[in-house]
């Protein structure tokens, strides 16, 4: 059975720092990503990395603050996140499978249940 399980989300404020995790288990994935949603909102993307971690994509609003990178042997993937700012509060999904386009949610098998992270100004 495939699970994702993510971790670490949680309050912090402007310019505060979080690291997200998100244990996978049941398979080993060529490609993880990270989502957010924000109530009223589609799930939108935020980094993706492939199985080797020697390709790595972000989207604009969080390029040079978070880091995305992955654990073989945990058949982990962390998101590193810098220079809070309150616009990245949202509920982080971690997902999973093998995305043709890594941008788009309905690319990906499966998901975690998501994490909470506010950012207060």
């Known amino acids: 059975q495939v699970q994702l399980v993510e971790s670490g989300g949680g309050l912090v404020q402007a310019g505060g720092s979080l690291r997200l995790s998100c244990a996978a288990s049941?398979?080993?994935?060529?490609?993880m990503g990270w989502f957010r949603q924000v109530p009223g909102k589609e799930r939108a993307f935020v980094a993706y990395?492939?199985?080797?971690?020697?390709?790595?994509y972000y989207t604009d609003s969080v390029k040079g603050r978070f880091t995305i990178s992955r654990s073989i042997a945990k058949n982990t993937v962390y998101l590193q996140m810098n220079s809070l700012k309150p616009e990245d509060t949202a509920t982080y999904y971690c997902?999973?499978?093998?995305?043709?386009?890594?941008?788009?949610?309905?690319?990906?098998?499966?998901w975690g249940q998501g994490t909470q992270v506010t950012v207060s100004s």
């Open positions: 997902a999973a499978g093998h995305p043709a386009v890594f941008s788009i949610s309905r690319e990906y098998s499966y």
């Open positions: 990395i492939d199985y080797a971690g020697s390709s790595t």
């Open positions: 049941g398979r080993t994935f060529s490609a």
